[in-house]
């Protein structure tokens, strides 16, 4: 395994990409005998691998070069850690109890409305029935879709099983591109559940400003105004 120059990882503390991308590329060794203990629990290794690098690069971050210690060791707890936390919490997206009770009742609303009606029942009739809010009905529905993996095979338009990372690998550094992805990830976990919600309808299921709008029953201002605000607090973040 590599060992990490000191300058190497003051580099990395000062949001030097290059450098920070060829310390988790030089320690891959380390991520991966951490994320093999782990295997068997019914998770993806490529997705507890994403999840060690975040604990890697929390070691990283805040590290002291004065320490008579070696990095791949301080780095150890924080990874196994992060993989705890992730297991434990049952997704990158932290859902919480009362959330998927709510998602269970939904389910079952959904169930006996379309037995009987014959047709889907929209968020607002839910929410009337549940005596909850449309923005919680809908925070509920997110919860429960799948987070699709870029590792995943994919057998649209004759790709013959291709991964999605493939497709749409472009010849860049993709390890660059994954710390870029994970440091997203961190910002999106740190955002209130509205705000939470509004980003990932945006930009993930890739829902117009008057969708987001009706869906959380609002208007199309005050989704262009909350949306402005958020990802000015995420470039803040991150700058």
């Known amino acids: 395994m590599y ?13 030097d990409k290059d450098a920070m991308s060829n310390i988790i590329e030089s320690n891959s060794g380390l991520l991966w005998s951490i994320v093999k203990r782990f295997l068997g629990r019914g998770y993806d290794a490529e997705e507890l691998y994403q999840v060690a690098c975040i604990g890697f690069i929390k070691s990283i971050k805040r590290f002291d070069t004065n320490l008579n210690l070696r990095i791949s060791t301080y780095a150890v707890p ?18 919480s109890r009362s959330l998927k009770e709510l998602s269970a009742k939904i389910k079952e609303v959904q169930k006996e409305y379309l037995s009987t009606k014959g047709e889907d029942i929209n968020i607002s009739e839910i929410a009337k ?16 879709k799948a987070i699709e993996s870029i590792d995943e095979e ?13 497709r749409i690998s472009n010849g860049k550094d993709e390890t660059s591109i994954l710390i870029d992805k994970i440091c997203l990830s961190n910002l999106i976990n740190e955002l209130e559940n509205r705000e939470k919600q509004i980003i990932i309808l ?16 609002v208007t199309q201002v005050q989704i262009s105004r909350i949306e402005k605000k958020i990802l000015t607090k995420m470039r803040e973040k991150i700058s």
């Not at 924080?78 to 859902?95: N, Q, S, T």
């Not at 029935?129 to 429960?144: D, G, H, Q, R, W």
């Not at 994919?154 to 493939?166: H, R």
Request: no cysteine; net charge negative; hydrophobic share 35%.
């Open 3 to 15: 060992e990490i120059k000191t300058e190497e990882i003051l580099k990395a503390q000062n949001n």
């Open 78 to 95: 924080y990874i196994m850690g992060e993989i705890k936390r992730f297991i434990r919490d049952d997704g990158l997206i932290k859902v």
């Open 154 to 166: 994919s057998y649209e338009n004759d790709s013959n099983g291709e991964t999605k990372i493939s």
């Open 202 to 217: 945006r930009y993930y299921r890739e829902k117009t400003q008057t969708e987001v709008a009706k869906i959380l029953g």
């Open 129 to 144: 029935i549940l005596n909850v809010s449309k923005e919680e009905i809908a925070m509920a529905l997110e919860a429960e």
